[in-house]
Nanobody, 123 residues
Framework: QVQQVESGGGSAQTGGSLRLSCAASGDTISRYSMAWFRQAPGKAREGVARISSVGGIAYYSDPVKGRFTISRDNTKNTLYLQMNSLKPEDTAMYYC????????????????WGQGTQVTVTS
């Protein structure tokens, strides 16, 4: 059982930056693939970035590629999302997710989810 708590959300202007954190407890995250998802009002939840449990291999969705960076610190049991060059369309609730099955994780069916942190980008 993994409990995850996101933080770092807030408001930013277009072109600004925010860094999200996802602190996990209950189990070590080193055995899990992890990801960030987001959901804007009236839209479906979408995967933003994911990172493998071994090797820290990262994958990004096209809308955030080149602007966002996912990373993990297994010693701190924490997942991060550095968001640069923010755009109004990045406005959403951001969730971290963990699963030992990468396929299930990226399909949005992860076993463990945080409660979310709101990101609002104004122009």
């Amino acid at each position: 059982q993994v409990q995850q708590v996101e933080s770092g959300g807030g408001s930013a202007q277009t072109g600004g930056s925010l860094r999200l954190s996802c602190a996990a407890s209950g189990d070590t995250i080193s055995r899990y693939s992890m990801a960030w998802f987001r959901q804007a009002p009236g839209k479906a939840r979408e995967g933003v970035a994911r990172i493998s449990s071994v090797g820290g291999i990262a994958y990004y969705s096209d809308p955030v590629k080149g602007r966002f960076t996912i990373s993990r610190d297994n010693t701190k049991n924490t997942l991060y999302l550095q968001m640069n060059s923010l755009k109004p369309e990045d406005t959403a609730m951001y969730y971290c997710a963990a699963d030992d099955n990468p396929g299930r994780l990226w399909r949005g069916l992860a076993r463990y989810w945080g409660q979310g942190t709101q990101v609002t980008v104004t122009s």
